[in-house]
C-alpha cells in the first residue's frame, strides 16, 4: 500500500510521468473511496488520491483549523516529489485546495473545486453534539440530511451515511470545526490560478448563492451549477462531473508543454 510517512494515497498512472498530477482532496468525513472510480482514474493523467490525517488508511488525528490540513498537502507534495499539481477537492477538500493556492500559488496550475463557496452552512449544534458518542448517530443524521438533493438514490445515500457514522467522532468533529471556521478571503491581484467550480443546485450546505460568489471573486473562474444535485455533487451526478473535471484538466494542461 502506498503511504508517505502516516499518509496514505491511491495513485493511478495514466499518463506521461512528466505531466502535471492532480491531487484528489476529499471532503468532510471522507476518504480517497469517497471520489467515483472515473475521477480517480482520469484517463490520461497521474492521480493522486490522498487521505488526510485520521481519515480513511491515513495515521494521525483530525486537524480543527483548514489551514492545518493545507500544510499537510504541501508536506505531502515535498515528500512526493511533486513541485506543482492540479488540485480538485470536494467540500472542505476544496476549501483546503484554495488555501494552499493562497499559501503557495507557485505550486497550483488548477483548481477544480467542487461543493464549496465563500463558507460554509453547519449548525452550530451539531459539531457540539458531535464530540458526544451518545448523540453521534443523531448528529450523523442531521448532517446526512443535508448531503444530497430530491432525488438521491437511497442505497447511495445509506452507503455515504454509514461512511460517516463509522469515522471516529474526533475527526469528525474536527472537520465541522475547520469547516465552521472556513471564510473564503480573495487571493492577492498577482495569483491567477485557473479555476472551475461544480456546485449542487441543490446544496444546502453550500447553497449557489454562495458559490456564484465565489466564482465572482476569483478572476476567470468558471462556475457550474449542477441541477439536482446536493453536497454530494460528483456521487449524485457522477457522470457529468467527470466530464467536467475531464475537459477542465485538459484545458489547464493545454498551456503547459510537455517534453
Known amino acids: ?11 493511478y498512472r495514466g499518463g506521461n510521468p512528466a505531466r502535471t498530477p492532480i491531487i484528489l482532496l476529499h471532503g468532510m468525513g471522507s476518504s480517497h473511496l469517497v471520489w467515483p472510480g472515473s475521477i480517480r482514474r482520469l484517463e490520461g493523467e497521474n492521480v493522486y488520491a490522498l487521505d488526510l490525517p485520521g481519515h ?4 494521525g488525528n483530525g ?17 512526493a516529489k511533486i513541485y506543482r499539481a492540479i488540485l480538485i477537492g470536494h467540500s472542505m477538500g476544496s476549501a483546503i485546495a484554495l ?8 505550486r497550483v496550475v488548477g483548481l477544480g473545486l467542487l461543493s464549496v463557496g465563500t463558507s460554509f452552512h453547519i449548525e452550530k449544534s451539531v459539531q457540539e453534539s458531535i464530540e458526544n458518542t451518545k448523540m453521534l448517530s443523531d448528529s450523523v443524521e442531521c448532517l446526512s440530511k443535508k448531503l444530497f438533493g430530491r432525488k438521491i438514490d437511497k442505497r447511495l445515500a445509506d452507503k455515504v451515511v454509514k461512511g460517516l457514522s463509522e ?5 469528525l468533529a474536527a472537520d465541522i470545526h475547520a469547516c465552521m471556521g472556513y471564510q473564503f478571503r480573495k487571493f492577492q491581484e498577482t495569483i491567477s490560478i485557473s479555476t472551475r467550480i461544480i ?3 441543490e446544496d444546502q450546505i453550500v447553497p449557489p448563492r454562495d458559490a456564484i460568489l465565489l466564482a465572482e471573486s476569483i478572476p476567470g473562474a468558471e462556475l457550474e451549477i449542477i441541477s439536482h444535485s446536493g453536497h454530494m455533487v460528483m456521487l449524485e451526478e457522477s457522470e457529468q462531473v467527470g466530464e ?12 503547459i508543454h510537455y517534453a
Open 63 to 79: 486537524l480543527q483549523l483548514i489551514s492545518g490540513y493545507a500544510s499537510i498537502v504541501v508536506q505531502f507534495m515535498d515528500e
Open 99 to 106: 488555501q494552499v493556492a493562497r499559501d503557495h500559488s507557485e
Open 199 to 201: 456546485n449542487g443546485a
Open 244 to 255: 467536467l473535471l475531464t475537459s477542465f484538466v485538459k484545458k489547464v494542461n493545454s498551456t
Open 167 to 171: 469515522v471516529r467522532p474526533t475527526v
Open 1 to 11: 500500500m502506498p503511504f508517505i510517512d502516516d499518509s496514505f494515497f491511491a495513485l
Open 56 to 59: 480513511g488508511k491515513s495515521g
